[in-house]
């Protein structure tokens, strides 16, 4: 059983920066790829960001490359999402899931088993 726990979110302006946590606990985290999603207002769950279990190997979902920054501390059982240059498009729910599938391009939400119960961003314009 993984227990996963968001933290992080509020309200920012547009331009402003946020950074997510999600703190794991259970088994296997260390040896896992984590990923973020993100569910705006009437849209469905979209991939956000994968990192690879030791952390060498990041994937970005092009709305957000070059803008969000995927990290984690294996010793803290934690991944992070940075997020800068925020937009009003970023308003979303915030999740953070646990891979099954081993590689960070598997992205599609069925790809992922464990789930946070999600943190809420709002970005104001």
């Known amino acids: 059983q993984v227990q996963l726990v968001e933290s992080g979110g509020g309200l920012v302006q547009a331009g402003g920066s946020l950074r997510l946590s999600c703190t794991a606990s259970?088994?296997?985290?260390?040896?896992?790829?984590m990923g973020w999603f993100r569910q705006g207002p009437g849209k469905e769950r979209e991939f956000v960001a994968a990192?690879?279990?030791?952390?060498?190997?990041?994937y970005y979902a092009d709305s957000v490359k070059g803008r969000f920054t995927i990290s984690r501390v294996n010793a803290e059982n934690t991944v992070y999402l940075q997020m800068n240059s925020l937009k009003p498009e970023d308003t979303a729910v915030y999740y953070c899931?646990?891979?099954?599938?081993?590689?960070?391009?598997?992205?599609?939400?069925?790809?992922?088993?464990?789930w946070g119960q999600g943190t809420q961003v709002t970005v104001s314009s």
């Open positions: 990192i690879s279990w030791n952390g060498a190997i990041t």
């Open positions: 899931a646990r891979n099954i599938r081993g590689y960070t391009r598997a992205t599609g939400a069925g790809d992922y088993d464990y």
């Open positions: 259970g088994r296997a985290f260390s040896s896992a790829v």
